[in-house]
């Protein structure tokens, strides 16, 4: 069975200060992983996979198949990235898995 | 493009009425997705459509909750009867290819529901 774990449901920093949202993760095989997005008042959506190798609104994540892991990070935090966070694991068939969530708070 | 439409956006019932959500994937999408996402946790797959077909329900509380595709575009969940546990979130979700790779998921607004 799969399964992604979020351990923080909310996490506050300050405006400039390094941000990390973790996840890990539960798959016998080889996972695609993702983090998806949900701004205020917006619908869900994808921020970043981890294939892409990318870097997306300052963010990004590495995946660590040897600690399952796939932590999102930003070096430093703006106003604007004050969201819900989820993380998703696809396991095949195009059929997503997701976290429970982080709600990143950035204060002033 | 216009993004996944869903409707109602809101609906408050009583335990045991019946409920419908009515989805509108995006033009030439070819499967569509129900998601149920209770407070507090992430969306959880219900359903997952490839054209008219059904390709997953593993998840889908089969004795009361129904869903279709017809002709390959629109789709409609149904609740009957209603539990207080149903209330939740319920996310159309739709992609453009066909599930044998992946391929990004666009989600809708969602319908909040609440079962009293």
């Known amino acids: 069975a799969q399964r992604v774990t979020q351990p923080e449901k909310l996490l506050s920093v300050f405006k400039g200060a390094p941000v990390e949202l973790k996840c890990n993760y539960s798959?016998?095989?080889?996972?695609?992983l993702f983090w998806y997005v949900q701004y205020s008042r917006q619908r869900l959506q994808l921020l970043l996979r981890h294939i892409s190798r990318e870097s997306i609104k300052g963010f990004t994540a590495d995946l660590n198949k040897g600690e399952t892991s796939f932590h999102l990070k930003k070096p430093f935090a703006q106003e604007e990235d004050s969201a819900m966070y989820y993380c998703?694991?696809?396991?095949?068939?195009?059929?997503?898995?997701f976290g429970t969530g982080t709600q990143l708070k950035v204060e002033l | 493009e216009a993004g996944v439409a869903q409707s109602p956006r809101y609906k408050i019932i009583e335990k045991r009425q019946s409920v419908a959500f009515w989805c509108n994937p995006i033009s030439g999408h070819a499967t569509l997705y129900w998601y149920q996402q209770i407070l507090g946790q992430g969306p959880k797959l219900l359903i997952q459509?490839?054209?008219?077909?059904?390709?997953?329900d593993s998840q889908l509380p089969k004795d009361r909750f129904s869903a279709e595709r017809l002709k390959g575009v629109d789709s409609t969940l149904k609740i009957q009867p209603a539990k207080l546990e149903d209330s939740a979130v319920y996310l159309c979700a739709s992609s453009p290819y066909g599930t044998a790779q992946y391929n990004e998921q666009f989600f809708g607004p969602g319908t909040r529901l609440t079962v009293l």
């Open positions: 459509f490839q054209n008219n077909g059904v390709v997953d």
């Open positions: 998703a694991l696809e396991g095949g068939g195009n059929k997503l898995t």
């Open positions: 798959y016998s095989g080889s996972p695609e």
